[in-house]
């Protein structure tokens, strides 16, 4: 090959030039392909880097863009994505329409029957069942990243009261029944009160299962507490003749 390139110098070399000359030719051939090369790739490299900045360039201005809309949706929370994985468009919006009711009404006790919003309902009950499969075990379309976004917004997992939350709540009701009637004697199907009735009714039915031994959801506590504000467990005034 080099004994070729020789060859085309000579070709190329005017008649007569000298075997230093056309040496001389040879060597100026190969610095002016080297410079060219270099000058080649200095071009490319001034194409990348305007390139990257225009890239650059672009990628800021979808920033700006991105944060302009996100201040657009004051008060509502981010949805990030989870790796290459995006939310599902259904999920995200139900969850953005959950949002905007927490900022409105200030919670998300929304009832599985919730008339303003039924499918609003039928999500967040949807939500609820499927935290319990996960927290079960059982397969569940509920992840970390649904559980993280809906208690940013205190989503109650659950709008049924704790049984004792209840018993201590008939408890003050029935209080303020005593201190204003002056005794505690609730009538089953009490008009002003229907819940309360309902619910002395069952206190005097434990604990008459309880003094015989029964089954029962009557503890000592409760006890002592219908005790300290004079609760008649047979629903009859304490001077009254019992027959």
């Given at each position: 090959q080099q004994q070729q390139q020789q060859q085309n110098y000579a070709a190329l070399a005017p008649?007569?030039?000298?075997?230093?000359?056309?040496?001389?030719?040879?060597q100026q051939q190969q610095t002016n392909s080297f410079l060219t090369s270099n000058a080649s790739n200095a071009a490319i490299g001034?194409?990348?880097?305007?390139n990257s900045s225009v890239t650059y360039d672009h990628t800021q201005h979808d920033s700006v863009m991105g944060a302009t809309r996100g201040q657009m949706m004051v008060g509502l929370p981010t949805l990030p994505a989870q790796g290459d994985h995006q939310e599902d468009p259904g999920w995200e919006a139900q969850f953005r329409v959950l949002s905007k009711w927490r900022i409105e009404k200030g919670h998300c006790k929304i009832p599985a029957r919730c008339q303003e919003n039924p499918r609003?309902?039928?999500?967040?009950?949807?939500?609820?069942?499927q935290y319990v499969l996960l927290r079960n075990g059982k397969p569940s379309a509920m992840t970390q990243s649904r559980i993280d976004l809906l208690e940013s917004i205190d989503f109650s997992w659950s709008i049924r009261p704790k049984p004792q939350d209840t018993w201590q709540h008939r408890f003050a009701e029935l209080l303020a029944f005593q201190r204003e009637k002056g005794h505690c004697i609730v009538p089953q199907r009490c008009k002003e009160?229907?819940?309360?009735?309902?619910?002395?009714?069952?206190q005097r039915r434990q604990y008459k299962l309880k003094m015989e031994g029964k089954s029962n959801s009557m503890t000592q506590d409760k006890i002592n507490s219908l005790n300290g504000i004079q609760f008649e467990w047979d629903g009859r005034p304490p001077n009254q003749d019992k027959k």
């Open positions: 008649a007569g030039l000298p075997q230093q000359g056309l040496a001389n030719l040879q001034e194409f990348d880097a305007l609003l309902g039928r999500w967040v009950m949807t939500q609820r069942r009160n229907p819940q309360l009735g309902t619910w002395v009714h069952t």
